[in-house]
């Protein structure tokens, strides 16, 4: 008996030991710990089929000579459908006020109702058509919705006064909750969500395009300053009408996304802010994992929206250009590779280099396409690679410690699929040494299509601004 007890001790004690043998062996093909001291908890967007999707932002306004749905269509959703992506988002189609118009166009965001489209961007039937095709071609489409206000002649200002907002008895424009000050959009009216009818108004006007249409869901504007107790109810309505809908907030409110069934996805403003002052040298790399480790105390689901522009930022705050210069390519690998969905806005893909009108006609222009080849290489390795898929359906980003502060290195990793990325964040050429804690192996370089040997102790070196995205070899 106790040489039986023996034998079984000796057997445990050669399982740990071999246990152990192979965690040490694996140490050079798998990742080191993350250096936050928190494990991340990055849950699954609920629409299973944007795991690895991305997302377009579509000006139709500027996007053509015309500005309208069809010729959108007809020259320019099959590129995109080349190009990689997945997820069209159209900013608002709808018919905008003419009262109290900025501009000679007046603002997309300015809507008069809720369920017809802009005349001088085509008919419902030409949204019909536009939506039949991308849906043949495997594409998603996603609504501007605008829940927060509408223009000055929307048809509830005349028969439904008590859905606005009133100070002494007249209609108000937005005011922001936390000053009390107008946002100075004076262009539309702010809704009035303690008004039960009004909600109920809005919730048929979105069921409207989800059962009626066939919309795959909406990027709801401001977000913020509409209360979450209006999301609770709304959004299990929609996904009971279509349930893999996708939901996008204009904001960064953790209770979007941690309560259940709520939104798939927010917008990563702070982390865009942060990627504009490192470009500018206003900030450093250390504040990368400092966001990473709050960010991932504040969100428990969902995933992040993350970019170099859009059209708030090209027409208000300026240009990738302007705001990023020779830095622009590296904080888009940053934005394509870290842990939430890419958007591209647009004309990226044509290095648009001009802030567009936000009232006015201003036409992109489509002569070339110089950073197409750019990101097609990047959309196809998100597609492909389930490494950087969106949350856990990809792996935890997890920074590499090197001996160069002006060099951001990491990975992610699943399963056997490793994407390693090195970043000079610097205007001068910087060399790192690989050290004993990184990922040795085999790479293929995703924009080059060489192969690259890494291994400990290898100097690296890399010039102003310059990266590398590196693919395992299986």
Do not use: C
């Given at each position: 008996m106790h040489s039986e007890i023996r034998l079984d001790i000796m057997r445990i004690h050669f399982l740990l030991l071999l246990l152990v043998a192979i965690s040490w062996a694996s140490c050079k093909q798998n990742a080191p710990k993350p250096?936050?001291?928190?494990?991340?908890?990055?849950?699954?967007?609920?629409?299973?089929?944007?795991?690895?999707?991305?997302?377009?932002?579509?000006?139709i306004r500027q996007y053509t000579a015309t500005g309208t749905i069809n010729a959108f269509r007809e020259g320019h959703l099959q590129r995109l459908k080349d190009m990689g992506v997945d997820i069209l988002w159209l900013m608002p189609i709808y018919p905008i006020s003419e009262t109290k118009r900025k501009g000679t166009l007046g603002s997309y965001y300015a809507v008069s109702d809720f369920r017809k489209v802009n005349p001088a961007f085509g008919t419902m039937q030409d949204m019909e058509a536009l939506l039949k095709e991308a849906h043949a071609l495997g594409m998603k489409v996603i609504l501007d919705w605008v829940p927060n206000h509408t223009g000055w002649d929307h048809v509830w200002i005349k028969e439904h006064p008590d859905y606005y907002t009133q100070i002494n008895g007249e209609i108000t424009d937005?005011?922001?909750?936390?000053?009390?000050?107008?946002?100075?959009?004076?262009?539309?009216?702010?809704?009035?969500?303690?008004?039960?009818?009004?909600?109920?108004?809005?919730?048929?006007?979105?069921?409207?395009?989800?059962?009626?249409?066939?919309?795959?869901?909406?990027?709801?504007?401001?977000?913020?300053?509409?209360?979450?107790?209006?999301?609770?109810?709304?959004?299990?309505?929609?996904?009971?009408?279509?349930?893999?809908?996708?939901?996008?907030?204009?904001?960064?409110?953790?209770?979007?996304?941690?309560?259940?069934?709520?939104?798939?996805?927010?917008?990563?403003?702070?982390?865009?802010?942060?990627?504009?002052?490192?470009?500018?040298?206003?900030?450093?790399?250390?504040?990368?994992?400092?966001?990473?480790?709050?960010?991932?105390?504040?969100?428990?689901?969902?995933?992040?929206?993350?970019?170099?522009?859009?059209?708030?930022?090209?027409?208000?705050?300026?240009?990738?250009?302007?705001?990023?210069?020779?830095?622009?390519d590296a904080m888009a690998v940053l934005a394509f590779t870290f842990d939430g969905m890419p958007l591209l806005y647009s004309g990226q893909e044509a290095a648009l280099d001009k802030r567009l009108r936000f009232f006015e006609k201003d036409t992109i222009t489509w002569d070339e396409y110089p950073k197409a080849t750019f990101y097609e290489a990047l959309l196809d390795l998100k597609h492909r690679n389930p490494a950087i898929w969106n949350g856990t359906a990809g792996g935890q980003l997890q920074q590499i410690p090197v001996d160069n502060p002006s060099i951001y290195a990491y990975f992610r990793e699943q399963g056997e699929n490793r994407v390693l990325v090195l970043l000079n964040l610097s205007n001068a050429s910087q060399n790192m040494v690989f050290s004993h804690e990184a990922c040795e192996g085999l790479y293929s370089d995703v924009f080059t299509g060489q192969s690259v040997d890494v291994e400990n102790g290898q100097t690296i070196s890399l010039g102003a601004w310059a990266y590398q995205v590196l693919e395992l070899q299986l």
């Open positions: 250096l936050p001291e928190t494990e991340p908890t990055i849950m699954p967007s609920p629409s299973d089929w944007a795991k690895n999707a991305n997302i377009y932002e579509v000006n937005p005011v922001n909750s936390e000053t009390g000050e107008s946002w100075g959009w004076t262009d539309v009216a702010d809704l009035n969500y303690d008004n039960a009818d009004m909600r109920a108004a809005m919730i048929a006007d979105l069921l409207f395009w989800v059962e009626e249409k066939g919309i795959d869901g909406f990027r709801m504007d401001v977000a913020s300053e509409v209360p979450l107790s209006f999301w609770e109810t709304a959004i299990p309505k929609l996904r009971a009408a279509k349930s893999d809908i996708f939901m996008l907030a204009e904001a960064e409110v953790p209770e979007h996304r941690n309560t259940a069934e709520l939104f798939d996805m927010s917008y990563g403003w702070s982390f865009h802010h942060l990627m504009n002052a490192i470009a500018q040298g206003k900030d450093s790399i250390p504040s990368i994992a400092t966001w990473l480790e709050q960010d991932r105390e504040r969100f428990k689901q969902g995933h992040h929206m993350h970019f170099i522009t859009n059209h708030d930022e090209n027409s208000w705050n300026g240009t990738v250009q302007e705001r990023m210069g020779k830095a622009a």
